[in-house]
């Protein structure tokens, strides 16, 4: 069976498995009521409304 003739560094390991950890940026989408950008499925915090009814007072 194969074996490494020589142990692989530190930093060649860590540029390997950092690769498939990119972090994106999160999902935006727009609030129906007053067009704000705001995270999906969270309380608009421009108007205070989720799924059409008022959740936070909003001054």
Sequence with gaps: MPVPKQKKG?????SR???NMKI???A???CPR???????HH??????YYKGR???VVD
């Design 10 to 14: 530190r930093a060649k390991t860590h």
């Design 17 to 19: 498995r950092s690769a």
């Design 24 to 26: 994106s940026a999160p």
């Design 28 to 30: 935006k989408s727009t």
């Design 34 to 40: 007053c067009g704000a950008v705001k995270l999906p």
């Design 43 to 48: 309380v608009c915090l421009n108007c205070g």
């Design 54 to 56: 008022e959740v936070i």
